[in-house]
DNA sequence: CTAGTTGCAAATCATTTGCACTTGC
DNA sequence: GCAAGTGCAAATGATTTGCAACTAG
């Protein structure tokens, strides 16, 4: 069985063609955080035949099952990745948008400290830095 | 001359009714974190006649001036705080929605750390810590 | 078979914009 | 006086929803 159809039956949700394509595109573009519009258009270059509605049903339902990740960088629009085993965050470029990600351990010790202290048992976070990347600098 | 007025001023704005009126809105309301909406329905409740779009103006041209910042936690709209001398990031309880401020400087100093480490110029950033608060962790 | 899914078009929500009128300097 | 600011209504862009047709289990 293929990793994605496990991956939704796990999830309790019904394999269908529409998920499976989704699925298989995000994990087909590992790092790219693309919007629910450029993974439809996405969809169709690939000549898959998907709702955008559905699109946007399926990235939400496999958000809460815990298979996909909602991002909101600045500027309106989220964008999507296919959930990782090992959690991490993201640095934008103010310039050309690009995206890195990274992960630091002191960081997130520090931050569930911080919620502690304020009384909070932290469930989650989301962490965006915002700067010129090496490329942009230059300009 | 009043605060506010040499804010504007300062940032040159021109002092007008709909600024002053929004910036005092917001430093009566310092910690409230309200929407956009809500920030209307309030001026509305003091009797005072700023359309919606006039709001979102103000908001928009104040936060590139500095005078005030423009937060989006999850869940779509954005919500408005007056600039406060000091940086400070926002722990949000998922349950009730209450917000709170806190600052760390170790959090602060690895982030600008992390983004050297990866080539960029931190400009700025964003990180919000959701969880349970206080009260909400006993229902 | 039938509850869950999908595609389409229409609806919604937050925010922005065009335009004629008003106001700060 | 005139450029900048404002209110209103209409436009926009992202996302959601109603509904009838379709499909996985």
Redesign the pocket.
């Known amino acids: 069985m293929k990793r994605i159809t496990k991956k ?2 796990d999830a ?8 499976m394509k989704i699925l298989e595109l995000l994990e087909s573009n590992r790092g790219t955080h693309a ?3 450029e993974l439809y258009r996405m969809m169709l270059e690939r000549g ?14 496999c958000e809460q099952a815990g298979l996909v990740e ?1 991002l ?1 960088f600045e500027g ?3 964008v999507f990745e296919i959930a990782e085993e090992s959690h991490h965050d993201h640095i934008v470029c103010v310039r050309c948008g690009q995206v890195q990600e990274f992960h630091d351990e002191v960081i997130e010790a520090r931050q569930r400290e911080v919620a502690r202290d304020a009384g909070f048992e932290m469930e989650d976070h989301s962490m965006v830095l915002y700067g010129l990347c090496p490329g942009c600098r230059g300009d």
């Open positions: 939704l039956k309790g949700l019904k394999v269908t063609a529409a998920r919007s629910a519009e898959e035949d998907i709702g955008i509605a559905t699109l946007y049903r399926v990235l939400t339902q909602r909101q309106g629009r989220a």
